[in-house]
């Protein structure tokens, strides 16, 4: 059966993300009928309850505002108690412990290493944007071109001037703040009349600390030897001014998880755009469970399970099908692998838009952006805890011939003192208050506890002088990285949970390694005094380095889906065509940052919403 206002759509889109709204908007604007099947339930119609939920929460993750819940009276919620389940960084912990990251009862996702995959998406109404940062950086030229230039992994099917057009529509559609001239850096380039929709957000004060140690910083080895340095603004899908009936950025510091003003793009805006034109139909908490195939090789159909309680019984088990139609996994590089490697039978046994031999693409090449967390102390106050969570970045070091031998990455400036590295400002406050020294801050006499004046003394000294580096690093894509389904471990709908192998080459922790020593010359250039610390050795998303030592280099993930069904030139080669079609079946579309070959150092968002433009443009021209 189908939803009751849309009984014949011309297109079936799994997903309500980002990727799926801008499809979803581009095809009804010109006149198709499109249903869209949506894990989660309808969005609110305010986001007080969100706001309620992530004010109250015990531990303010990127999930902590949107359902599902993360913990019930015995801690962590079950996953195999979930219909819609999804991973927490609540569950990365080491073995044994609360968290544990291979314990099926805590982690949604099996992993099966050897390190831990760090990052974790929404299954919501408007997806993992819902709690994005909204960095929107384009890729280099170079980025599409690694085979080329760097001897490297592959080429993309398409370069940097075939999407040129599809970023400034991109642009616009999600309203990016920046200017032209701080982002022609490294071979991007621009159109000569083009302006960004609205002006740069200002700098912080904490950028302006970072930039001013920025002439005399010199680092030798990692390629890193004439480089010069430069802190540039980071373009941001968050509003400097009125646009889109959106406020303007009032620097709550609290982008992730969730824009108190909703000054910060999200789907919703799309989705709303989408669903006025009348020809939009969204299916609500219904699950996407298995891909039809018909005997000519076009996909005839989509079961789904609808449910009303998250944790409460299936309501309705039915299919939308029909092979006229255009059928578009819109999920992320972990559900939709998912989906298409459930979707098994005689035709597809080894699932739907993966080869029959055994050397089928679906799932492999699954990346991220490990991201190195380095924080000091500045000498004087750098005034952080306002404004957005990141105004500016390093980005010159995120392109160079180092990078036939190690992982570039661009350097993100965080405002928001040591919120990310330690919970502050809380930790330190109670670390004052309560004589404990959690922070590290108090090396003189770590027990001793402030009152008064001094305890004010102390926070402001303190908390004024936080700031912290976030190194995005550029992962390899190695095909033992991969999304499978597991054969032991279902959600609550009684389907197969997505299973993850994942490690670091040599590669990437080349590049893990480049990014703290810079991190270090950073704060010595600053004159500022780290504080970094070292992870314990049972930490998951850790590793040693150099090999063979005891010391140990920690990363966190980024929540950069990538990879598992990647664009190519042939079936021999990846899962889609430059469209991101799929070779197989030619009615299907499989969107997303799944599609990237590589992964570059750029935030993934605007190079997906770019593609799936140009997509949606080509699919609004067929038959």
């Not at 982690?107 to 974790?120: D, K, M, V």
């Not at 504080?531 to 005891?550: H, Q, R």
């Amino acid at each position: 059966m189908c939803a009751a206002r849309m009984p014949d759509p011309d297109v079936v889109i799994v997903g309500s993300g980002i990727a799926g709204a801008l499809i979803a908007k581009v095809l009804a604007t010109n006149g198709k009928k499109v249903l869209i099947l949506e894990a989660g339930d309808q969005l609110p119609p305010d986001i007080n309850g969100y706001m309620n939920r992530f004010l109250n929460a015990t531990a303010k993750v990127p999930e902590s505002p949107y359902p599902p819940e993360l913990f019930n009276s015995e801690g962590l919620v079950d996953p195999s108690m979930v219909n819609a389940g999804r991973p927490t960084v609540l569950s990365l912990g080491a073995r044994y412990r609360f968290g544990d990251w291979q314990d099926p009862k805590q982690s949604y996702l099996i992993q099966h290493g050897p390190l831990a995959f760090g990052s974790t998406y929404e299954r919501i109404n408007g997806g993992t944007a819902r709690h994005w940062l909204g960095t929107s950086l384009r890729f280099l030229p170079s980025d599409f071109e690694m085979k080329t230039r760097f001897n490297r992994f592959v080429d993309w099917p398409i370069k940097y001037k075939d999407l040129e057009e599809w970023y400034r529509k991109a642009e616009r559609e999600i309203g990016v703040s920046a200017d032209v001239a701080d982002q022609a850096y490294l071979g991007i380039s621009f159109s000569p009349d083009y302006s960004y929709p609205m002006p740069k957000i200002v700098m912080s004060k904490v950028d302006a600390a970072v930039d001013a140690a920025m002439p005399g910083l010199k680092i030798s080895g990692h390629g890193l030897d004439d480089v010069k340095w430069a802190v540039t603004s980071t373009p941001a899908a968050r509003n400097s001014e009125p646009y889109q009936n959106r406020r303007v950025c009032a620097g709550n510091t609290n982008c992730i998880p969730i824009c108190p003003i909703q000054a910060k793009y999200d789907p919703s805006v799309t989705l709303a755009d989408a669903l006025r034109t009348g020809r939009v139909d969204i299916m609500y908490k219904t699950i996407a469970s298995h891909v039809q195939i018909d005997e000519s090789g076009r996909v005839s159909g989509i079961d789904f399970i609808r449910y009303e309680d998250e944790n409460g019984v299936p309501v309705e088990r039915g299919s939308v099908t029909g092979s006229k139609k255009i059928y578009i996994l819109a999920g992320n590089a972990i559900e939709t692998p998912r989906l298409l490697l459930m979707s098994k039978n005689e035709r597809t046994p080894d699932g739907v838009a993966n080869r029959k031999d055994g050397r089928g693409f679906v799932g492999k090449y699954l990346m991220d952006h490990p991201l190195y967390l380095a924080w000091a102390l500045a000498p004087k106050p750098v005034w952080g805890y306002r404004g957005p969570l990141s105004t500016a970045g390093i980005e010159i070091c995120r392109d160079g011939q180092f990078r036939r031998d190690r992982g570039a990455f661009r350097i993100e400036i965080g405002n928001e003192g040591w919120n990310f590295p330690l919970g502050d400002p809380d930790t330190t406050t109670i670390d004052y208050v309560n004589g404990l020294n959690f922070s590290g801050l108090k090396k003189d006499d770590p027990k001793k506890a402030l009152f008064g004046a001094e305890l004010v003394n102390a926070l402001n000294d303190k908390l004024s002088r936080q700031f912290r580096l976030g190194f995005l690093i550029e992962q390899s894509p190695d095909d033992a990285n991969r999304v499978t389904i597991s054969d032991q471990h279902s959600d609550h709908l009684d389907l197969p949970r997505p299973q993850i192998n994942y490690n670091l080459s040599e590669y990437t922790k080349l590049g893990l390694a480049a990014a703290k020593d810079t991190a270090s010359a950073i704060f010595n250039s600053m004159g500022a005094e780290e504080f970094t610390t070292k992870p314990n050795p049972d930490d998951p998303s850790s590793f040693e380095w150099p090999l063979g030592s005891t010391e140990r280099l920690k990363y966190f993930g980024a929540g950069h889906l990538v990879g598992t069904y990647r664009m190519g030139t042939s079936a021999n080669d990846s899962v889609v065509n430059d469209m991101q079609r799929s070779w197989d079946h030619e009615n299907l579309y499989l969107v997303g940052s799944g599609t990237f070959p590589t992964v570059a150092t750029a935030n993934p968002t605007l190079t997906l919403a770019a593609l799936c433009l140009r997509t949606a443009d080509y699919i609004k021209n067929l038959p």
